[in-house]
């Protein structure tokens, strides 16, 4: 979770959006969604990702050297910004279904064209299955309604989409320590990925990966020690044995 802070001045206000100014960084921007922290970015350093979970994130993908990623939810698109600045010879492709977000974050949150950085609006799982075979290093699920996951984003057919087009998936999840969303998602990423494990915190955020390829755990582990907020390893046959009798979600069904 993000740090504690001081209270932030409001900047902008549309609806259920809020813009705030961090007191304790004057160049840091949060973005509410509904009452929640969405994103948060730095104007004067892209790279600086003040979530725990995007940190995280950020790690998984540096270790299996993406540099080819859709990110499905955009926000202020902190952690495509991140990369790109990073890495400008890359691509990051944002899917942000809400033209509104976009509006506010370039108004408001410094979203800038930037070599490197595509930012669409429509629906991740739409763009995914529009896309050739093998055409991505991976692809990033961020996006919530209600503090949950989309389910048509996490079924066991859209996850198989995204198998198709990339050999690695991460999806942030927030749950409680019931982490029933958790296995959930877990057990639908199985379905098209061999190697499954998480990385996260006891309630809060945690994130899902699926791999075709063997995990780097060693190395994870490595940098989630070193990381403001360590976060936890779930190995693959941890989470088998969480995952054994839950069902995958499916498109057919609601939740």
């Known amino acids: 979770m993000p740090r504690a802070r001081s209270l932030p001045v409001v ?38 990702l003040e979530f725990d979970y995007m940190r995280w994130l950020r790690m998984v993908l540096h270790t299996a050297r993406a540099r080819r990623i859709v990110h499905v939810g955009g926000g202020a698109c902190a952690l495509p910004r991140a990369l790109a600045a990073e890495d400008p010879r890359g691509r990051q492709e944002v899917c942000e279904v809400s033209a509104e977000v976009i509006a506010i974050a370039r108004e408001h949150l410094g979203l800038r064209r930037a070599p490197g950085l595509h930012v669409r609006q429509g629906d991740g799982r739409v763009f995914i299955a529009s896309q ?7 692809v990033v699920i961020d996006a919530f309604v209600a503090a ?35 296995r959930a998602i877990a057990t639908g ?36 020690a070193a990381d403001p907020s360590p976060p936890r ?16 979600p499916r498109d057919a069904e609601t939740r």
């Open 132 to 138: 050739p075979a093998a055409s991505w290093d991976a």
């Open 233 to 248: 390893v779930t190995t693959p046959e941890r989470l088998a044995q969480l995952t054994a009798t839950t069902p995958a």
């Open 11 to 48: 900047i902008a206000e549309h609806g259920e959006l809020v813009v705030e100014r961090d007191r304790r960084r004057a160049t840091g921007r949060i973005l509410r969604a509904g009452g929640m922290e969405a994103s948060y970015v730095d104007l004067a350093n892209p790279a600086h």
């Open 148 to 182: 949950r996951v989309p389910h048509h984003l996490v079924t066991v057919e859209a996850v198989g989409d995204v198998a198709r087009v990339a050999p690695l998936v991460l999806v942030n999840v927030v749950d409680d320590r019931s982490a029933r969303d958790v």
């Open 189 to 224: 990423v199985s379905a098209s990925f061999p190697h499954v494990w998480a990385l996260g915190a006891q309630a809060g955020n945690t994130i899902v990966v699926g791999q075709t390829t063997l995990p780097s755990l060693d190395r994870i582990a490595a940098l989630a």
